[in-house]
């Protein structure tokens, strides 16, 4: 299992109670007259749509702490014994000293009085036999206090389920606990107890979910023991921190514990439910544990038995499909926002969900400096397309980081009214952090901030992503290791064709880049800094921000990576380093191959009057070298009219009439994986090259940002052989003689 997952849950979305219970007729069958005060919550006045619990509506909740904090959940099922997880108290294959823990009950906020709040000692901690890890199922515990509780209103055991106890699939069941809210997003002051109400899923459905290739294209096999519960669209979910807590089902006017938190991948992901422990199960088990014990857990009978029973109808598996990025067609853009402020430009931004616009934060830098004016929000106003009017703007977040960080230059702005994303507008998908955008992904550039539009109508902006080395080690350190897939990259580099032919850098402009996966866009980086013409353009990765954007938004749309194919194995997850840096950048990094564009991005065509086109070396941003033969004619005492264009290797052919005069220069590669030029042909030779290092002096002098390598930066031979180049050409010294004469360096003017 990735180290990505989680393998402890929390609540992630609260949904409303009922206002009161539903008792049946029917009555569950006693046995012993204990068995009267188990599943009965404080009566209570809840409001629908509320998310904090009320005082005594779940009295069997329990908070377990280690160390002087909350770790687990977990539920009083008699006065002496507490039922959690397994996975709460091994670590490294070890159980934990139970005099390490204390048991608390009757708690509603730990950040509340202490009022009527029992702490008990634990005396033992009884785990099965079988238990391993968390995945292989029998993830439950039973914890033996040191004194018996003491029932009241506000601590009550909860009933348990006989091992032939059915629980129909489909049914509305609660799962508690102070766990997380979202994934790495605590539960906030004052820590009130959290409900979620969940579906439970049927053994046939839930497998079928976690058969589908999900974060890390991972797939997952439910044992026996365990069930599953939550919705194929997610975004209702136990968390990190509710581990060990109930699951409980209402039958009969009691509440039952069905299930115990267990694990998931992730939290609230789409067709990721949570997986529980099965109580009913492990009946035999927790009884002999027990034996002795007076009075003892409360196994009750089933109130009414499941009309269906063991004919039950089998659930369809409905796949959940994300419910952002659609888009009608690429460069429609229906999560496309515009705010408008009294006295400023229009800044575009997206809609992350219902109610909150993400925006760069460039265009309000003015106002979230520290000595501004408080924000006038009054007259803001949000346009979204197909929306017959105008949002207003009640609240204004910028990230910490804002005012100094280009990385970090957002906002976020909170719509007055939520609007309703079943039509469009619809809001754009955020990544998580560990989403990997596949080199060659076909994305799209799309208006951020207040950057000028496309330079003409209809200008789709296609770009495709180049692969994490080489973008990374562009734009990276010396020796910077390369983050892997899985981990936030430093820069997304785009290699898109419209601006290249348009024959400008719209340096002034600022994009966002828009990626796309199985047919559901991603926002996927942003550009609100300029960095020149340099190509290709970095943009900062939106994956490190999804969390500041989850705990603000409390409902962005973050969604699992859609597209898994990550090439030959091993590729892209190598360690890797970036090699040597002149101040423009890497050099000698060659992209590597994708469907289209520039294999060899430093090769130039060199355009001599006359139909020739010779073979040139970009050596520093002004500069080409090429070979003296090509250029000038023998005896000649002008220099031809000269045209040099870069970036079409490859990529376009030559003009009618034209041919390539000068054989390819010769390249070699490191240790480190950049190409080094070693030589430039010798006339009518395709064997023979003028050598380059003698003429370093030379070249340094006319050129000042030509790099070249250190001694311990010479070329590497890979062994075996291969269409580099061969250890005695590197080190021949019978290569003809070098003057300035066989090399010619073109001062370039490179335009956009």
Known sequence: MSQHLFLSLVIVAISPLPGGFQHSDVSPTQENPADLDCGLPEPSSRIVGGSDVQPGSWPWQVSLHQGGGHICGGSLIAPSWVLSAAHCFIRNGTLEPAAEWSVFLGV??????????????????LVPDNYSRVELGSDLALLRLASPARLGPGVRPV?????????AHGKTCRATGWGDVQEADPLPLPWVLQEVELRLLGEAACQCLYSRPGPFNLTFQLLPGMLCAGYPEGRKDTCQGDSGGPLV???????????????????GRRNRPGVF?????????????????????????????????????????????????????????????????????????????????????????????????????????????????????????????ASWDDASGLVLLQLSAPVNLSAAPRAVCLPHPDHYFLPGSRCRLARWGRGEPAPAPGAQLEAELLSGWWCHCLYGRRGASVPPPGDPPHALC???????????????????????????WFLAGIRDFPSGCLRPRAFSPLQTHGPWISHVTQGA?????????????????????????????????????????????WLAEVHVTGGRVCTGILVAPGWVLAATHCILRLGATTVPYIEVYLGRSEASPLPQGHQVTSAPPLLCQTEGGHWVLMGMAVRGSREL????????????????????????????????????????????????KATPLFLLLLAVLIQG
């Open 557 to 601: 749309y973050l969604e699992d990576q859609l597209i898994w194919d990550w090439g030959p194995e091993g590729d892209e997850t190598e360690t890797q380093t970036c090699p040597p840096h002149t101040e423009h950048g890497a050099c000698g990094l060659r992209p590597k191959a994708i469907a289209a564009g520039v294999l060899w991005p």
């Open 494 to 520: 785009p290699t898109y064709r419209e601006e290249e032919e348009a024959g400008r850098c719209w340096n002034g402009s600022s994009w966002s880049l828009l990626c796309r996966e199985e047919g559901t």
């Open 108 to 125: 509603h906020s730990h950040d509340g009085p202490l009022d009527n709040i029992q702490v008990h000692a634990v005396a033992a901690i």
């Open 159 to 167: 009933c348990l389920p006989r091992a032939s106890h059915h629980f």
């Open 277 to 401: 422990t099965a109580v009913a199960p492990f009946e035999a088990w927790i009884q002999e544990q027990v034996m002795g014990s007076e009075p003892g857990p409360a196994f009750l009978s089933q109130a009414q038995k499941s009309q269906a029973g063991p004919q039950e109808p089998r659930e369809n598996c409905t796949i959940a499909l994300p419910e952002c990025g659609k888009a009608p067609r690429p460069g429609t853009w229906p999560w496309e926002a515009q705010v408008m402020v009294p006295g400023s430009r229009p800044c575009h931004g997206a809609l992350v969900s219902e109610s909150w616009v993400l925006a760069p934060a460039s265009c309000f830098l003015d106002r979230i400096t520290s000595d501004s004016p408080p924000l006038d929000l009054e007259a803001w106003r949000v346009f979204l397309p197909s929306r017959p009017g105008p949002e207003r703007v009640a609240h204004f977040v910028a990230h910490e980081n």
């Open 689 to 736: 090259f003028t050598a380059i290092g003698p003429e370093e002096a030379w070249i340094s002098q006319t050129v000042g940002e030509a790099h070249f390598l250190n001694p311990g930066g010479s070329p590497y031979w890979p062994p075996g052989g291969s269409d580099l180049c061969p250890p005695d050409l590197a080190g021949d010294s019978g290569s003809p």
């Open 249 to 267: 089902c209402e039958d009969g006017g009691r509440w039952f514990q069905v299930g115990i938190t267990s694990f998931g991948f992730g939290c």
